[in-house]
Structure formats: structure tokens, C-alpha cells
């Protein structure tokens, strides 16, 4: 079983990475907005009312990431918050969420993504070294990728 890091520990290890709680903030709204666009948009799998269900093929399901993506950070543009459209962070969301969101048809799964990202981003729960290993890739791959 994973061992929870002590509070004591994961302040050493955010100061030692240079995670600053704000950026970290910054991009858990990123992940949020992207999340809840999805959400709201995606027309397929079973959690959809039949009337409205489509059949969407793993080109559709690319396609549709790729517009929530876009549409999203043409969001943060509007409040002068920049974020490359096309690079690393791009292809790890793409990957992250056609495993964890197109691929499921269970409503549950789908509505603990938001969860996830929160526990991940929150730097005052205990954590895993696992957890503090993927906040640590999350926010490298949206640091890089913020244009200054």
C-alpha cells in the first residue's frame, strides 16, 4: 500500500520543486475548464440520454478533445493567460483523458475526474509519493507550455 508523505515532507518537496501554489491554482482551473467543456459537449457514451447518443469512433473522440482544448485556452486568452495550443501537454491530455473519459461509459468514473485533479493540485491533503509525482508532471507539462 502507498504511505501518506507528512505534511513536513510535502512543503520540503513543493519548495524543492519550485511549485508555487498559485500556478498550481492556475492550472487546476485549466484541468477544471477543460474537464467541464468535455463534459458538457461530448455527445457520446451510455451516460448520454438515448435520443441524443451518438456513436463516436476514436477520430471523433480526438477531434472533440482537441476543440474542447482549443476552446479552452482560447478562454484563458480572454483573461490574458497564454498557453501553447500544440506541444507535450497537448499529447498528454489528449492520451490522459481518451483513456480516463472517452474510453468509459460509467457516469461515476467520469464525474471523479474533477475530484482527481483537485486531490492531485491540493497541496494541504496527505499524499502519496505517487500523487506528488503526477502533480509534479502536471505541472511541469503546463509550466513549460504557459507562454511569459
Known sequence: ?????????????LSVNNLIPEKSELFLDFLISLTNLIKKT???GTSVPVETRITTSLNDNINHFKWCWNNTIQ?????????REEGEHYEYFK??????YYS??????????IRYFSGIFDHYKPHTKYELDLCLRF????DKNIIR
Open 1 to 13: 500500500m502507498a504511505k501518506n508523505i507528512t505534511k513536513e515532507d510535502i512543503e520540503t518537496w
Open 42 to 44: 461530448y455527445l457520446g
Open 75 to 83: 478562454n484563458f486568452k480572454k483573461e490574458n493567460i497564454y498557453f
Open 95 to 100: 492520451t490522459l483523458f481518451l483513456e480516463i
Open 104 to 113: 468509459h461509459d460509467e457516469a461515476k468514473l467520469k464525474n471523479e475526474i
Open 139 to 142: 505541472y511541469k507539462l503546463l
